[in-house]
């Protein structure tokens, strides 16, 4: 399976994706900056990074480090 990072994974439509991600045998990591998510709604497989992805350095970083296959860009602000 594959690696996917999922950005906003603690919000509502993030947090699903990043549920349905896992539960096919994905291997998911979310960042989120948790404003307006809740830990508790990542799957516990999943690893968790809390930052805003704003920080353009760290999350070049991490990209490099993980390398992921895939990423489901979630997050946003609502205005």
Do not use: Q, W
Not at 22 to 40: M, P, R, W, Y
């Amino acid at each position: 399976m594959a690696k996917i990072l999922v950005t906003g994974g603690a919000g509502y439509i993030g947090s699903h994706a990043a549920a349905m991600l896992s539960h096919s045998g994905h291997e998911v990591i979310v960042i989120d900056n948790f404003l307006t998510g809740k830990a508790e709604a990542i799957p516990k497989k999943a690893m968790i990074i809390n930052l805003d992805i704003c920080r353009r350095d760290e999350l070049t970083e991490i990209l490099t480090t993980e390398r992921p296959e895939a990423i489901f860009h979630f997050a946003g602000k609502i205005s």
